[in-house]
């Protein structure tokens, strides 16, 4: 099926890039689209408040800075689980098992991502517990608005990058290409949940 279907693990000559990466762009176009919307709507609601609360006074920095700490990290396990396929092809040593390197560096992005969920419920548990809700007021639900979507985004990236792990890096036993290609999308989509969080991490709860 997949030899019918043209520029999946080469470049279209017009855009320069495979179908798939073209296909991801986009999607995280969109992406960028709904983050951008309720960033600016973020933007707007603080700028026309007299009395804006500091998100340093009400949410706790040290642990979104963990977080901060553990998403960097997880996109360089990220990028090291892509790379340690790219040399495998380089070195030409046979496809019929997917790298050892591999599945360690996926599996540690995909621990690094359940780390983040985890002291991320820890946070919202803290939260509960104060009876601070959506429903409070603006602030706290812009706050749960955004770090719940973007946890949702999250949760998707882990499912992703396990489906890889597993059942889907048996596809690096016939197309060791296609499969490298796959495992680049799966990092653009991850970083991309990376860097929303950069932009969240001082937005909310240093600003």
Request: hydrophobic share 45%.
């Amino acid at each position: 099926m997949s030899a019918l279907i043209r520029y999946i693990s080469k470049p279209h000559p017009l855009t320069g890039v495979t179908n798939a990466k073209l296909g991801t762009w986009c999607f995280l176009a969109s992406e960028m689209m709904l983050f951008g919307g309720l960033f600016s709507a973020y933007v707007l609601l603080r700028a026309g408040s007299t009395a804006w609360p500091r998100g340093s006074e009400l949410l706790n920095v040290p642990l979104a800075t963990l977080n901060t700490l553990i998403l960097i990290t997880s996109s360089v396990t990220m990028v090291m689980s892509w790379a340690s396929l790219i040399m495998k092809q380089e070195k030409g040593t046979g496809t019929s098992k997917v790298p050892g390197t591999f599945s360690f560096y996926m599996g540690s992005t995909i621990l690094l991502g359940l780390a983040f969920l985890v002291v991320k419920a820890f946070e919202y548990g803290s939260k509960f517990s104060h009876h601070h809700f959506p429903g409070t007021d603006i602030f706290y639900g812009i706050y749960f608005t955004l770090t719940g979507l973007h946890g949702l985004h999250v949760i998707g990236g882990i499912l992703l990058n396990t489906y890889f792990l597993f059942p889907g890096s048996r596809l690096w036993q016939t197309e060791p290409e296609q499969f490298t290609g796959r495992i680049e999308c799966a990092g653009l989509y991850w970083h991309f949940v990376d860097l929303v969080w950069i932009f969240l991490f001082p937005v909310l709860y240093l600003l």
